[in-house]
T-cell receptor
Framework: EAQVTQNPRYLITVTGKKLTVTCSQN?????MSWYRQDPGLGLRQIYY???????DKGDVPEGYKVSRKEKRNFPLILESPSPNQTSLYFC???????????????FGEGSRLTVL | DAKTTQPPSMDCAEGRAANLPCNHS???????VYWYRQIHSQGPQYIIH???NNETNEMASLIITEDRKSSTLILPHATLRDTAVYYC??????????????FGKGTLLTVNP
């Protein structure tokens, strides 16, 4: 079954304690992306990756890091989490069609993170 | 990349057609229009996409105006399970551009019994 898997689904942590949210897709997609969703603000893009070793900032990258060492994985790293990073996080992937980004985006189920 | 404008909310009676508008007046000639929906706090789900012709699939129909500056997503017989936030997006094309994919706030469609 085609899917994007995120872990953990729920996490409560404390300020400053490094954490990683993993994202894995089994569709051999080139494009992967992280979003955060906050009430009243919609889905905002944090980082995206066009392929292995190719990443770039989205609209709200501050406080986050990513890496893309393998095609299937795109972890989101919070080196020193702060309360303003409390949010619902989504990972997504899509096939990069010839000529550019497009195609159906597949989303994970979300990771709800609370930073105390 | 083309920005989109959607109404923040709409209501629809169960069994009736839901018509969700989207304005994308700055769309380029080779950019597609995509629609997704998000039920409660689940991951968004792809619905349909199109370039210039009208499109239909098992979920919905997409009507794109001739000048491509706006589109309408049509759910022909809305059910209570169609209550969700609907996002209209226009993914950027390549050739040196970035690949930011902005979703915005979408339209909250409430289907009433």
């Amino acid at each position: 079954e085609a899917q994007v898997t995120q872990n953990p689904r729920y996490l409560i942590t404390v300020t400053g304690k490094k954490l990683t949210v993993t994202c894995s897709q089994n569709m051999n997609h080139e494009y992967m992306s992280w979003y955060r969703q906050d009430p009243g603000l919609g889905l905002r893009q944090i980082y995206y990756s066009m392929n292995v070793e190719v990443t770039d900032k989205g609209d709200v990258p501050e406080g986050y890091k990513v890496s893309r060492k393998e095609k299937r994985n795109f972890p989101l790293i919070l080196e020193s989490p702060s309360p303003n990073q409390t949010s619902l996080y989504f990972c997504a992937s899509s096939a990069q069609l010839a000529g550019g980004v497009g195609g159906e985006l597949f989303f994970g189920e979300g990771s709800r993170l609370t930073v105390l | 990349d083309a920005k989109t404008t959607q109404p923040p909310s709409m209501d629809c009676a169960e069994g009736r057609a839901a018509n969700l508008p989207c304005n994308h007046s700055t769309i380029s000639g080779n950019e597609y229009v995509y629609w997704y929906r998000q039920i409660h706090s689940q991951g968004p789900q792809y619905i349909i996409h199109g370039l210039k012709n009208n499109e239909t699939n098992e979920m919905a129909s997409l009507i794109i105006t001739e000048d491509r500056k706006s589109s309408t997503l049509i759910l022909p017989h809305a059910t209570l399970r169609d209550t969700a936030v609907y996002y209209c997006i226009v993914p950027p094309r390549p050739a040196g551009s970035n690949y930011k994919l902005t979703f915005g706030k979408g339209t909250l469609l409430t289907v009433n019994p």
